[in-house]
């Protein structure tokens, strides 16, 4: 739960600093300044919602599986595994 609130959080903070950021670029163009620095604030907003999204993604994660040839070996019987053929002809030409 917290995990999405954050995430949630993080996504509105980030529109947010869109959105400034367009009205920033606006206002400099008005003036006949399309160049110029982002102010701090907006830096500041998107570095925070950068930092909460990360931490919301981390916090709703699933819990790692384990991958490794040993856990999966926990999970079958030698007849998943070994259920090959006992005999294969590679031959396929008839004489």
Known sequence: ????????LA????????YSTYEHVSYLKAFGRPEGPL????????LLSLL????GACIRAPAAKDI??????????I???????GFA???TRGR
């Open 52 to 55: 909460l999204g990360i931490l």
């Open 89 to 91: 002809n590679f031959v």
């Open 11 to 18: 996504c509105m903070l980030l529109l947010h600093a869109t």
């Open 1 to 8: 739960m917290l995990g999405q609130i954050l995430f949630a």
């Open 39 to 46: 102010p701090p604030d907006i830096v500041a907003e998107a």
């Open 68 to 77: 490794t040839w040993a856990g999966e070996m926990k999970t079958r019987t």
């Open 79 to 85: 007849d998943e595994m070994d259920s090959r053929l």
